[in-house]
């Protein structure tokens, strides 16, 4: 155990967490450079077309220190974005030191910070490593100096390297190996394992991804899920080493995986102890914390056949995605579904994307919301993050919505149009620092509903990439809420209502009318597409009728012969009108997702 290092590699968005991981694969000889690719931990096709981490990925590494020593290496490789940090939490849990990277460039961001207090929280030793040292713009010792004074850090331990040419990349390594503790474990004691990850595979069942602090496990053991008591026997388990490498046995400080037959996917949930059945532990180890989801949408298949389908893949993927939550629901417009919650519109994207690659099931989904309080007259308080359980608003006393903390870093050059963006947004006690010369930390108290709808696409396009943004829930604000319905034809589309504040009903009704007035073909008579809060319509839009000329056959003749022609046609587009049906495409309901610049 004394020659065992578990360590994570954390950090904002493109700081270059991935690359290092592949140049500390490529030392250590666990890839021959034919087999060789960039982001080679980076499994999942949407993680390579979009250059992001979104799952952390183990690798175990067989490292030779410059002394002669010979050490195993557990790698966990993190995302960056704020969606997916539950996932560096998790990975964090069965490490023992970090390495906290930061660009010689861009200086310490957001998530750098939010990455760092995680870090500290689950008390583990971390080496400040300044990535990028071969940029241009790069400046590591005004950066060393900012890590100092900003993040306390010592400074004896920082390191200097480019994870893209390899220079300085073995002087990490050897800090691992120097700096961070080995981890600690009774070998011989009764077994205890934390699940952190878990996924899905249709020949072998689930497959665990586990840390051991205690005890060990052989092939053949009787386990025991410590939460419901399930009991399976092991089939194979091994470690992490780019792909699956079977052993005979894990012992305690070591991190791999576990098949033990595991068919049914609720028995397994993240956070769980395992133990032996005939040796168990005294008490299970403290899981995670409960994730709280703050993006609310309704999910539901194109075709009602693959509602079953649907089920079975939501339910496989909760179990690699723990911050997923999904509960039956049901529309008119469009069937049954679920209604599901996420932690942000990027982790929606990701989820949308992965059941319809993984799983071949298209989709729809409706207008994001959040979780919103209402207060009733009666004095009961009901939360509500689906517009069809809008309560009557005769009987609401006063709402409120969440409100976050937003802390964004940008260039000086930037400050105008972000004041502007948080104004426009509803942002209120704005404040900013300046922690080093030429970049300013502006922080903004915002309602969330403002924030999901389009605002990290907004804040990118007018800093030109440069703006970084990370937030907090603070807690519930009053505010003056309502529920926007979409009339088609004058029929509701219970699909596209959403709740929203009074001040931008209409900019909002605008918006959803001028979508679909584009998406939805046209017909033989007239389509009216109105906005309406309650009984008032708000905003409205018609989408012509298709015409057939009718007197083409008249040539010359009595006007009136032209004019009966015309009003036989307009009664019977009158009559198809309170008859016809007006089908609603799928792109129309995705348009209305999407903001104007998209």
């Known amino acids: 155990m004394k020659n065992i290092r578990n360590f994570s590699i954390i950090a904002h968005i493109d700081h270059g967490k991935s690359t290092l991981a592949d140049r500390f694969i490529q030392m250590c000889g666990m890839v021959s450079d034919r087999e060789f690719r960039d982001q080679i931990l980076d499994s ?12 952390s990925q183990t690798v175990c590494l067989p490292y030779t220190a410059k002394d002669g020593k010979e050490y195993i290496l557990n790698l966990v490789d993190t995302p960056g974005h704020v969606d997916f940090s539950y996932e560096v939490a998790r990975a964090l849990s069965s490490c023992e030191g970090a390495l906290l990277l930061i660009d010689a460039a861009q200086g310490v961001e957001a998530q750098t910070l939010a990455n760092l207090y995680l870090a500290m929280e689950n008390n583990l030793e971390i080496i400040p490593v300044i990535n990028k040292i071969d940029l241009p713009a790069a400046d590591p010792d005004a950066i060393a100096q900012q890590i100092e004074d900003d993040l306390g850090l010592d400074l004896e331990k920082t390191r200097k390297c480019s994870a893209k040419t390899g220079e300085g990349v073995d002087e990490v390594l050897e800090a691992v190996v120097n700096y961070l503790p080995p981890p600690t474990g009774n070998p011989d004691g009764p077994l205890e394992a934390l699940i952190y990850d878990a996924n899905y595979d249709s020949f072998r069942g689930t497959i665990i991804s586990c840390r051991i602090f205690q005890g060990r ?34 012992a305690a400080g070591q991190i791999g995986y576990i098949i033990a037959g595991v068919k049914t996917v609720s028995d397994t949930s993240i956070g769980d102890t395992i133990t032996l059945k005939e040796r168990p532990c005294a008490k299970a180890l403290p899981g995670f914390q409960e994730i709280k989801q703050v993006v609310f949408s309704s999910l539901y298949p194109i075709t009602t056949d693959d509602y079953e389908d649907l089920a079975a893949a939501i339910e496989k993927l909760k179990l690699n995605d723990a911050a997923l939550s999904y509960q039956k629901d049901s529309s008119t417009a469009l069937g049954f579904g679920f209604r599901c919650g996420f932690l942000g519109l990027l982790h929606l994207e990701v989820v949308q994307e992965r059941l319809e690659r993984e799983f071949n ?7 994001p919301s959040v979780n919103y309080h209402f207060y009733l007259q009666d004095g009961v308080m009901v939360e509500v993050d689906n517009p069809s359980y809008f309560p009557d608003p005769s009987k609401i006393e006063r709402t409120e919505e969440p409100f976050i903390k937003a802390t964004i870093l940008i260039p000086e050059r930037y400050m105008g149009v972000i004041m502007t963006l948080c104004m426009e947004r509803r942002g209120e006690n704005t404040n900013y620092h300046y922690p080093m010369p030429g970049r300013i930390e502006f922080t903004c108290e915002l309602p969330l509903a403002e924030v999901i709808y389009d605002f990290y696409d ?34 509701r589309v219970d699909a596209l209502s959403q709740l929203t504040h009074r001040s931008k009903a209409r900019e909002r009704g605008l918006h959803a009318c001028a979508r679909l ?82």
Do not use: H, W
């Open 517 to 598: 007035k584009d998406e939805i073909p046209r017909q033989m008579f007239k389509i009216a597409i109105q906005a309406a809060i309650g009984g008032t319509i708000i905003a409205r839009t018609t989408i012509s009728a298709l015409r057939k000329d009718v007197t083409a056959k008249c040539y010359g003749g009595d006007i009136s012969r032209k004019r009966k022609l015309l009003e036989k046609q307009k009664a019977g587009k009158k009559r198809m009108k309170t008859v016809g049906n007006v089908d609603i495409p799928q792109k129309a309901f995705l348009a209305v997702l999407k903001s104007e610049q998209s």
């Open 458 to 491: 907004k804040l990118k396009s007018v800093t030109q990439g440069y703006g970084s943004f990370d937030y907090d829930l603070i807690d519930y604000r009053q505010s003056d809420l309502t529920k926007l319905d979409i009339l088609v034809n004058g029929e």
């Open 217 to 250: 496990i052989r092939t053949g053991d009787i386990i025991k899920f410590m939460s419901n008591g399930a009991t399976y026997k092991v089939e194979e388990l091994g470690l992490f080493q780019i792909k699956r490498e079977p052993k005979k046995e894990l």
């Open 44 to 55: 999942m096709d949407i993680e390579q077309e979009r250059g992001i981490t979104i799952k």
């Open 361 to 367: 099931i298209p989709l729809i989904l409706t207008v």
